[in-house]
């Protein structure tokens, strides 16, 4: 028959055990399992007063935001709302049924100040990355970089020519992203006048280079206009992969630029090694990482670049292409399809570019000039570092840059993840500082999904078990 339920009170006091009711094979569990926080405390201590009302936990902070991040809960308002009625989280957050939840408020001051002075962020993603190091999920033999676009929370029809004057709100009256860009502007402008006014930073924009178009409300978001991308501001994710099973070995948000993708790549380089001890013997890429400066500095450590040359000789309208010139190494000079000689005065252009030029005589009398150029003689232009974008080039046609480019798509998947997933497709905080936290949250949220996945089970009777 129809059962009917019980609407009075069955008895005055419960029993309730939050353990009991949290599934054996939740993903929290497989988490608390493999990463302890205990350390957090202990280690931001000196961030705090010795006086004045007690904080939040900040161990509890960071439990709260690895929630978050795993399970993809993109507001901090929401998150809150979540881990109040949900009972795994809460267990995992380590609180009571009746323990109260932070209000949402309460993240951005730790974020802002004690979570990036202490680095507290970074060092939960290096402890996890330890984690999968020990565990023997990191080969250390190649890695893989690349960037992706990820939008920034702007209106982008909201900003100015980035060549007009703007008059930005005083200090005390502007948001914390446009303080932020006018300090890292600031101190480009003070580092051009050290310099001599030569400098090319571009943390908040230099006087070498102004950015196209400025947004009015994150200033440091970069203008993107790129074939088949609708113009946009954008910040980029970088991610240094391991090739074995893709696990993340460091993350970096920066602006959405060529240049900085290339300087990043080499602080990233050096820091897996400073706090890993992991060097790769080579390094898959895509052409946006085929810079012959850093090809040099991969060679100079013995690291085999498996990127494709960045080379912009072909574009000549048809006409004769470097290819087509012999160089010789001895004499040094290239010698065009006619037979004359390209020498090269001693002038060295923009700093590594060195021309080699046809004389203007052996030019005029040619037969094939038509097919050569419509200038007055023929230019040739080498790299300082050529000599290592030919190494490079011959790379290409091994059977190992083939496997590498195969084992690239792995961080083409984890960034396929970070926006389906995750949902980092656009990025809820504003401000350089604000990118960097959200990619390594996000980084550190993957890499435990990939570290539970590899090393944990769940039996059907017992609590989940790792084997870590």
């Known amino acids: ?46 961030y705090y007063s010795h006086t004045g009302r007690p904080s939040l936990d900040p161990e509890l902070m960071m439990r709260m935001l690895i929630v978050g ?20 989280y809460r267990w995992y957050c380590r609180l009571g049924i009746e323990d109260k939840i932070p209000d949402h408020s309460a993240f951005s001051r730790a974020r802002h100040e004690r979570f990036r002075q202490s680095d507290a962020l970074r060092r939960v993603f290096e402890r996890v990355v330890t984690i999968c190091i020990v565990a023997g999920l990191v080969g250390g033999e190649a890695f893989s970089i690349d960037a992706s676009l990820i939008k920034a929370d ?21 948001s914390r992203a446009v303080r932020a860009y006018l300090a890292a502007l600031d101190a480009a402008n003070s580092d051009d006048e050290g310099n001599g006014g030569d400098g090319g930073g571009s943390s908040g924009g230099s006087r070498a280079k102004l950015p196209k178009e400025v947004s009015l409300t994150d200033p440091q978001a970069a203008w993107v206009s790129r074939k088949g ?9 970088n991610y240094l992969i391991d090739n074995k099973l893709g696990i993340i070995v460091d993350a970096e948000g920066t602006r959405a ?25 080579r390094l898959a890429g895509d052409t946006a990482y085929g810079a012959a400066k850093l090809l040099k ?37 290239y010698i065009c399809p006619a037979g004359a000689e390209l020498t090269h005065s001693g002038i060295v252009d923009q700093g590594r570019i060195l021309p080699y030029r046809a004389s ?48 690239r798509k792995k961080v083409e998947m984890r960034f396929a993840h970070m926006k389906r997933i995750h949902r980092l497709d656009r990025l809820r905080l504003r401000g350089l500082s604000g990118a960097k936290d959200e990619v390594l949250l996000t980084a550190t949220a993957q890499n435990l999904r990939r570290l539970t996945k590899l090393l944990c089970r769940s039996p059907p009777h017992a609590a989940g078990a790792c084997t870590a």
């Open 154 to 174: 702007v209106d982008k029809h909201k900003r100015l020519p980035g060549d007009q004057p703007i008059n930005w709100p005083a200090p005390e009256e502007a």
């Open 257 to 281: 630029n060529r240049s900085d993708e290339i300087a990043v790549t080499e602080t990233m380089i050096d820091r897996v090694e400073r706090r890993f001890g992991l060097v790769p013997r």
């Open 360 to 407: 203007k005589n052996d030019c005029s009398f040619c037969e094939l000039k038509p097919q050569c150029t419509t200038a007055v003689a023929r230019k040739v232009s080498r790299d300082i570092d050529e000599d290592v974008r030919d190494q490079v080039r011959a790379l290409a046609n091994t059977e190992a840059f083939e496997v590498s480019r195969r084992e």
């Open 229 to 237: 991308v609708d113009p946009l501001f954008a910040y980029d994710a």
């Open 69 to 88: 991040y795993v399970f993809a809960i993109r507001s901090e308002r929401m998150l809150c709302r979540e881990v109040q009625v949900n009972l795994a």
């Open 1 to 46: 028959m129809m059962g009917r339920g019980k609407s009075g009170q069955g008895q005055f006091f419960y029993a309730f055990n939050l353990d009991g009711v949290v599934p054996p094979d939740h993903l929290v569990r497989k988490i608390d399992a493999l990463l302890d926080l205990g350390w957090i405390r202990k280690e931001l201590a000196p």
């Open 297 to 333: 500095w991969l060679w100079d450590r013995g690291i085999a670049p498996h990127v494709p040359v960045w080379d912009k000789s072909k574009q000549t309208g048809g006409r004769f292409t470097k290819e087509e010139f012999v160089f010789e190494r001895e004499r040094n000079v």
